[in-house]
């Protein structure tokens, strides 16, 4: 699977975010950065050819009055033009479309009662409405609030969660315990010392050996609330 | 009450509903036009002055992907400044805030289980976000559906909400009387010939004699609502 990255920033060189989520991108492969307000004309044929080689699309930008930056609305007035989008064929369908937000604003104040008094999922409304109008299916977005006072366990966190954001092939438990496995491989094949190999392999097969038992405590866990119903 | 009419539109010269609205607007006083695409740059300095020094702003815009074009996204990250909006006054608190959109879909459409799956008032969520976190009240959007597809006498209607939804102060029952009479008041002032004026003389009269009627009429309808209850 390719994933394209397109990211909406005004100021992106000094955005702790986005340098954040740079770096935690980097050692992933078949991931197009591409960055909209570093670009001196919209290109459309070539947006709409990144488009159809790429299986997820990915938009990344702080929430600005409620919305992307403006480059963000730009891009999607000019790229997706009706003869690209509504000419009979939908050339996006099936593919799926993520959002990656981040805020200067605490996740808790975006509920009624809040003082956003709105919720991101309101807020991202049309994001999800475009989604749908091109036969995509819209992924749950991946909010980051105040990336600034996250402690380092957090953010070492954040790193996977934005890896497997972006490559995860389905968010199910199944394909979550095949991406850890996939990655503590490929992280064994490329170590630099015999020792890390050796560790990373060792962790790799134990992870493996433990596979088909989560996968069963899993299936006992759905059975148990089946049981249990609504109540 | 001045209105600052900010309008989003990058092709506005081929507009029938742009130039429906202007010719529409065009008898009113204390209105100014304002089209973003126009502008090559943007003052903030001045673009904040205009806004400190109008008592309504309307955003006015087709819905492009469903949102304003880009132009208002720039407006809006560019002028809305934290040192302008959030200083710790609220330079546009008591003020007004209208959306004037256009769209190509009918408006049966956008509903829950329509092919636009949302209502406006949910795609529009993030402008109301925007009067909120400026202190401003927000008026009910007036949306325009397909104007191509419309009666003559519709769009009659239509000029009326047009002008009284940029200069009416308050969208109740009296203030929407008090809007007709001076509407008609000045419309016999600037008469031409004096048989129009004569007749438009009259019609202010009749119009000024039967309002305190549709005032008590008004009074007794709700009443009856309230014997009612909500049953």
Request: glycine share 4%.
């Amino acid at each position: 699977m390719k994933t394209l990255v397109i990211i909406s920033h005004p100021e992106i060189e000094t955005s702790m975010v986005q340098n954040f989520l740079k770096a935690s991108a980097a050692p992933l492969e078949a991931i197009t950065w591409h960055h909209l307000d570093a670009l001196e004309t919209l290109d459309v044929a070539a947006e709409q050819a990144l488009l159809r080689n790429h299986e997820r699309i990915i938009f990344q930008f702080p929430l600005y009055w409620y919305a992307a930056p403006a480059s963000l609305k730009m891009w999607l007035d000019t790229v997706l033009t009706g003869q690209f989008a509504f000419n009979g064929r939908q050339p996006l369908a099936g593919k799926t479309l993520g959002v990656v937000v981040s805020t200067g604003t605490a996740a808790k104040h975006f509920q009624a009662g809040g003082s956003e008094q709105a919720t991101l999922s309101e807020i991202l409304r049309p994001y999800e409405l475009v989604a749908r109008k091109l036969g995509m299916t819209y992924l749950p977005p991946l909010a980051i609030h105040q990336l600034g006072y996250w402690q380092e366990t957090d953010k070492q966190c954040l790193v996977i969660d934005y890896q497997r954001y972006l490559t995860q092939s389905e968010f199910n438990f199944d394909q979550q315990l095949a991406w850890f496995e996939a990655m503590l491989t490929k992280k064994a094949a490329e170590a630099t010392s015999p020792e890390a190999q050796q560790r990373l392999m060792l962790l790799s097969e134990q992870f493996a050996d433990k596979r088909s038992e989560l996968t069963d405590l899993n299936w006992q866990v759905q059975l148990i609330r089946e049981e249990e119903g609504e109540g």
